[in-house]
């Protein structure tokens, strides 16, 4: 065959066709960790509020998970209380501990504060009332927390509703239904979501989570708003089961409480300092609480 016959030459190489290219494992790790994200937003649900700053302008407000306020606080004795105080506590023991990862808190008691060195709460054992110096004690930390709104003639009622229910059993079912609420409330604690709604996806959930009807049984930050309610000073119309005490230390002043209330309540001081100092505590503001 001569060098041009057409039988001797190569044919073009035909292109390949492409194949589809498949998505590694970097392609489908956005998509695997949208779960991840998710639950994340959720555990970390911090609720926010736009309020007025300076200039006319708004600003907005993050809830406040640390215990001591932002100048420092101050230490607060038995002659700084009044009849009516509330005191929250936070515990180094397993419940105590436990509750305090469970709501993201630095609190996880709740009392109130009878005047005269006696104070009233609901624990494991049930409603009972103990001297402030053992309240304070059993606790790793101690504050007090007071009613702007509250007076003399409030006190009569308060004070006989909490003392009626000293020897009463522990609301443990209460408990017991706070567990899934405590996760599932934290949809309704999305940052930048308006308090309206807020409000009203709590006070729905709690509906479908912890039911009707009133309980003659109670837990501790169930006692002191049910005793607020039946003084006639309450502090929010929402249903005292729901509240825990870190929903307590969110209506004080300056923070953003959870759900909507009546009053804000003011600080009146550490009654003990924490043992540690603690995420944004340092020994120089411990010691200027202490006076030393």
Not at 46 to 69: I, M, S
Request: hydrophobic share 40%.
């Amino acid at each position: 065959m001569s060098p041009g016959d057409s039988r001797l030459q190569p044919e073009p190489a035909q292109p390949r066709p492409d194949r589809p290219r498949r998505a590694g494992p970097g392609r489908r790790a956005p998509r695997a960790l949208w779960p991840l994200v998710a639950s994340l937003l959720m555990l970390s649900g911090c609720a926010t509020q736009w309020q007025g700053g300076e200039q006319g302008l708004p600003r907005l407000v993050v809830q406040n998970k640390a215990l001591t306020p932002d100048n420092g606080g101050r230490e607060a004795r038995v002659e700084d209380l009044q009849a009516g105080d509330i005191l929250l506590s936070a515990g180094s023991g397993l419940n105590a501990v436990s509750i305090r990862v469970s709501t993201l808190s630095p609190v996880s008691h709740a009392a109130l504060y009878l005047g005269e060195g006696r104070v009233i709460d609901a624990v494991g054992s049930g409603v009972r009332e103990v001297p402030l110096d053992v309240f304070v004690d059993e606790a790793s930390a101690v504050v007090a927390f007071r009613h702007p709104g509250m007076r003399p003639d409030h006190l009569p009622a308060l004070t006989a509703f909490a003392q009626d229910q000293v020897g009463q059993p522990y609301n443990l079912t209460g408990i017991v239904l706070q567990a899934p609420f405590t996760l599932e409330r934290r949809l309704c604690e999305l940052p930048v979501l308006p308090g309206p709604v807020r409000d009203f996806c709590l006070r729905g959930i709690a509906l479908i989570q912890l039911g009707v009807g009133p309980s003659d049984r109670f837990f501790c930050s169930q006692l002191v708003l049910e005793a607020y309610r039946r003084a006639g000073l309450p502090l929010t119309d929402a249903d005292p089961r729901l509240a825990t005490p870190v929903d307590l230390l969110h209506m004080r002043e300056g923070d953003v409480p959870s759900v909507r209330t009546h009053q804000a309540l003011r600080y009146v001081g550490h009654l003990k300092l924490p043992d540690e100092t603690g995420p944004g505590r340092d020994a120089d503001s411990v010691q200027a609480m202490s006076g030393q």
